[in-house]
């Protein structure tokens, strides 16, 4: 019979056994027999001994058929699985008499059941994680026991070699399991020869300290990866072709895993490459990024190629592994190293359309084609292997990424390409975009170097301080501006804004806009006309736009400051002892306000007063505004920042010492005092004494000007037709200055409180009526003359003699 079958008295006692016990286990009856009773039996396998003859007894003692699956050790010291049976022989009674039992070899069928379940447990382990590593090493671990005792994963690496990844168990001697793993087998072959040619290889009788082995290779669907070993010893058991067919399905299995995680790996890599080339507009920086991503992970050193206006190779940028390679990247970086009769055939193999790998390349060769001051450096670079991608973007050869190996046992190789394709085209729209907006960025700086103030008004008792700082994130240049100029009359024009947006566009808005405030000052310098005027041009030439100002009018003899704001961070000031406030205004955006919103308010100045403008960068640079105007108003209380007269720098250097995100500007006006070359005379229109005495004092201090003939004529006319004026229709107290700045034309200022009026440029209709005409012969007369209203009424006439003063002496009546 196929069975072993064996035959028991009724108390248990063994009495006979058939021919294929004796066959398969190679004892004799005596030994069988204290095999059956022994808890140390040469026979049952050490694990399955105790829970056979617990069951074997418990159906003696109760009579009943009794059924185990156990493992019986065979004449050859392998063990294999056996379904036991025993079941009572009973007489006509009802008696026990005997007990007949089997051994039924069920060894195939437990294999395949193990083997399954161990490829159903293996293949969720190899498409639970795309971390290869860490998915190898659980292969490993997994195929012990339950397939062999070792087990070892070995990768092919680009110089041919078998490196083994992953072992199991992990702390085996790593000198013994390399032994098995790399030897050549009795056979005269290695795992290394298994996995060039793809061939199995199965011992089953290997040389110690192996029982049995198993090398299979990992074979995916274009190239072989390595090699997967399982190996025998301490269990004695022999590895047959059953074991080789499932560790080639294993094997297949890796082989499909090991691809699925290289495959993520160039998608991470790819999306760190286009995260890292979409941080930067710089084509320096962006470029430094490619080849840091190569190097070293890919490569031990990458240039970047790119062509010169005449079509010449020079390197863009290079990066290489060893630090001590610098000084001599940094002598390479920039160069155009061919010699001239190779210029041609360098730019040829730049341009490329196809990526060119050469997997081995003589140095020497190389050299021969640079100029001779760049030989030493080629040849200390020491390039072995190539591959070379062209950057393309929109149909345009920009250049070409090239990486190297310099270890003759590294070489690239077409499975190289498309990871290296994949990088070169992103690095080529992320180095053209870059190329493209330092083009334009260049243009917008001359643009905003345009509209930025060459110098700031020197005006004695008043200090201005400024400062542009560009954001350092690389962003395009942006449209914030400030501006501060002085009128004919001595009045101090400020502005300050910030287009929305960034790039050319915002930087011609920013000049129009800086110009447009400016250029209305000049003919009617009142904040809420200069506003309403901006917003009307940057509707009229460029909708949908927003722009935020704020402008503003100062006026040191009157000692006032008007202003008008649309939609810009309120202006702060520090008053002299140390308060701060903002001046209050409102108003929406130019581009959003209806005609006719813009307000002018008016203010009065306090002595020792520090006045800042900015731009929202200034508060905004931790994205929370609050908390920056915060310690904006924190450090203007410092002393420290009013007694310095660069206070403008001072503010940024506080605030923003690590830099910003975005543009920057700060505009400070310090107002110390009264300027010193003013004269100034009160009388009242009623006291025709005091007047004449104002005027002829007035001649007296233009005498001492060394004005005199036609131009100190002039001058007095002009005075007087202004006294005729205020006495006629400004009855009450007047107030007369002359201011005298250095070589400036003197300007002549008349303050009233009458009902106001408005200076009409022309005669009047009846050429014989005495009103209008004075007013008009001043405007012709002076070299510039406005009126405007006062805070609280009345007027403020200004006249800018058409006289030069080489005074310096301070002016006082």
């Known amino acids: 019979m196929p069975h072993v079958v064996w035959v028991s008295a009724a108390d248990g006692r063994f009495e006979w056994f058939n021919a294929r016990w004796y066959t398969y286990t190679g004892l004799g009856f005596e030994q069988t027999v204290a095999a059956f009773h022994n808890e140390r039996s040469a026979v049952f396998h050490a694990d399955d001994v105790d829970a056979f003859l617990a069951g074997w007894y418990d159906a003696l003692r109760k009579g009943r058929p009794f059924e185990i699956e156990t493992r019986l050790r065979g004449v050859d010291g392998v063990y294999r699985w056996f379904l036991a049976r025993s079941s009572p022989v009973v007489d006509q009674a009802g008696r026990i008499v005997q007990w007949l039992g089997t051994f039924t070899d069920i060894d195939d069928r437990k294999h395949a059941e193990a083997q399954s379940l161990y490829l159903a447990a293996a293949s969720e382990v190899l498409g639970s994680s795309l971390d290869l590593t860490a998915t190898l090493r659980e292969l490993a671990e997994l195929a012990v026991p339950a397939m062999a005792d070792w087990c070892s ?150 240039v970047i190629d790119l062509f010169d206006e005449q079509g010449r190779v020079y390197i863009g940028a290079m990066v290489h592994a060893d630090p001590a390679m610098a000084p001599l990247v940094a002598r390479l970086t920039g160069a155009s190293t061919a010699r001239p009769e190779f210029s041609e055939l360098v730019a040829t193999a730049v341009r490329a359309p196809a990526t060119t790998v050469t997997p081995q390349i003589d140095p020497n060769v190389v050299a021969t084609l640079v100029l001779p001051e760049y030989r030493d450096a080629m040849l200390a670079l020491d390039g072995r292997s190539s591959i070379l991608v062209p950057l393309r973007s929109g149909g345009r050869a920009l250049g070409a990424l090239v990486a190297y190996f310099t270890a003759s046992t590294r070489r690239f190789s077409d499975e190289d390409v498309p990871m290296f394709e994949e990088v070169a085209r992103r690095a080529a729209v992320a180095i053209e975009n870059a190329q493209l907006y330092e083009s334009e960025r260049h243009v917008a700086n001359a643009f905003q170097r345009a509209a930025l103030p060459s110098s700031l008004p020197v005006l004695e008792g008043v200090t201005f301080d400024a400062v542009y700082v ?135 100045l306090e002595r020792d007063a520090l006045f800042v403008f900015f731009t929202d960068g200034l508060t905004e640079s931790t994205r929370d505004p609050i908390e920056g105007e ?155 003359f406005s009126v405007a209203k006062r805070p609280g009424g009345g007027s403020h006439a200004r006249a800018v003699l058409p006289v030069r003063s080489e005074a310096r002496q301070p002016l006082r009546s």
Request: hydrophobic share 45%.
């Open 153 to 302: 994963v070995l990768l092919l690496q680009r110089d041919g070699a078998l490196t083994p990844v992953a072992y199991a168990p992990d702390d085996a001697d790593r000198r013994q399991l390399a032994a098995i793993f790399t030897e050549p087998s009795v056979e005269g072959l290695s795992a290394a020869d298994v996995a060039h040619t793809g061939k199995s290889l199965l011992i089953s009788q290997a040389p110690a300290p192996a029982r049995s082995l198993i090398t299979v290779a990992l074979v995916g669907r274009s190239r072989i990866y390595g090699a997967l070993q399982l190996a025998t010893g301490p269990s004695g058991r022999v590895l047959d072709a059953r074991d080789l067919r499932t560790a080639e399905t294993l094997a297949a299995r890796a082989a499909t895993a090991i691809e699925n995680a290289r495959l993520y790996q160039q998608v991470q890599f790819a999306a760190r490459a286009g995260e890292a080339l979409a941080e930067s507009l710089d084509s320096e920086t962006t470029m430094r990024r490619v080849l840091d991503l190569i190097v070293p992970a890919l490569a031990d050193w990458a």
């Open 470 to 604: 560009a954001a350092r994130n690389e962003a395009q240049v942006g449209g914030d501006w400030y501006d501060a100029v002085r009128l004919p009359d001595g009045r101090i024009v400020v502005s300050i804004g910030d287009v929305a947006g960034s790039g050319l566009e915002a930087a011609v808005i920013m000049a129009a806009m800086r110009q447009i405030l400016r250029g209305v000052a000049h003919v009617y310098a009142d904040p809420a006309t200069m506003i309403d005027a901006a917003d009307r041009t940057l509707k009229a030439e460029h909708p949908g736009r927003i722009v935020t100002a704020v402008a503003a009018v100062f006026d040191p003899i009157a000692n006032t400051l008007s202003y008008a704001n649309a939609g810009h961070p309120r202006p702060l000031v520090r008053a002299a002892d140390g308060r701060v406030h903002e001046l209050p205004s409102e108003g929406l955006p130019l581009g959003l306000r209806d005609r006719g919103d813009a307000e002018t308010r008016v203010v009065p």
């Open 630 to 784: 915060r310690l904006l108003r924190t450090a203007l209380a410092s002393p420290a920042i009013v007694a310095r007269r660069d206070a403008a720098v001072a503010l940024y250097d506080t605030l923003l010492a690590a830099g910003t995100h975005d543009d920057v500007v700060v505009l400070t006006m310090h107002v110390a005092g009264e300027p010193e070359h003013v004269s100034r005379w009160h009388f009242e229109t009623g006291d025709a004494g005091a007047a004449r005495a104002t005027r002829e004092s007035f001649a007296q201090t233009l005498a001492r000007m060394g004005v005199n003939g036609e131009s100190a004529f002039t001058a007095e006319l002009i005075f007087s037709e202004l006294l005729g004026n205020v006495v006629r229709y400004a009855p009450g107290a007047v107030e007369v200055a002359l201011e005298c700045a250095g070589r400036l034309p003197p300007v002549l200022h008349f303050f009233d409180r009458g009902p106001g009026f408005d200076v009409v440029p022309r005669l009047p209709t009846d050429r014989l009526s005495e009103r209008g005409r004075g007013l008009f012969l001043v405007w012709s007369m002076a070299e510039d």
